[in-house]
C-alpha cells in the first residue's frame, strides 16, 4: 500500500487544515488520526514486551496506524464527496442518486475505519496479560484511543446511516449500516473494557 501523503505531514499543519471551514479533513478524518495514535502505542508497548510474540503485535499495530492514516485519507474525501452531493441543486433528477451513493460511501469508510481499531483488542489483551508491568498505563491509553477512535467514527456512520435512509436507500444496506454501527459500540466497549482492568490493577 502507497504510505498516505499524511503520514509525512506536519501535525501542526494539519489541524491547521482541520480547522478550516472545508469538509476535508473532517471528525472522521480525526477519529483516524486518533485510531493511529492508539496503534502507535499499541506498538511501542509491545517493542517492551519480552517475548516472542510481542514482534507480531508490533508489527499488526503499525500496519493498522499505517491503514488508519490511509483511512482517513479516504474518509476526508468521502466527506468532501458528501458535501458535494448535499449541495446539488434540490431539483436535480440525479441528486437523490448520487446522495444514495455518497451516504453508503462514507458510513462504509467508517466502518472500515472500525474495523482497523478493533483488529487490535486482541493484541490488547495479551498485553494486558504479558506485557511490560511498567508499561500498562501506555496499553490502558493505547485501549482508551482506539476506543475514542471508534465511538467517534460510530457518530459519523450513524449520521451517515441516517442520511441513507432519507435518500431512499434500500432497506438490506440500511441494515448492513445499523449493524456495523451497533458492531462499532460493542467494539468500543470491549477497548474501554481492557483499560478498566488495566487501570484498576495499576
Known sequence: ?????????????????????????????AAGIVIATGAALVAMAAGYAPAEAAAEIAAAATRVR???????????????????????????????????AATVAAAD??????????????PLLWLERFGEE????DVAVAARMLACGIRSTA????????SAAAAGVDALTLERLRDACDRATQAAADLDAVAERVTAAL
Do not use: C, K
Open 155 to 162: 457518530v459519523n456512520i450513524r449520521g451517515n446511516t441516517t
Open 109 to 122: 469508510a467508517g466502518a472500515d475505519l472500525v474495523a482497523l481499531a478493533a483488529s487490535l483488542d486482541g
Open 134 to 137: 511498567r508499561l500498562a498505563p
Open 66 to 100: 499505517g491503514d488508519a492514516l490511509a483511512a482517513a485519507e479516504h474518509d476526508g474525501r468521502m466527506s468532501g464527496r458528501l458535501v458535494a452531493a448535499f449541495r446539488r441543486p434540490i431539483d436535480d433528477p440525479e441528486r437523490r442518486e448520487v446522495l444514495r
Open 1 to 29: 500500500m502507497p504510505t498516505p501523503a499524511l503520514a509525512a505531514t506536519r501535525l501542526d499543519d494539519w489541524l491547521q487544515q482541520l480547522s478550516a471551514p472545508v469538509p476535508d479533513p473532517g471528525g472522521g478524518a
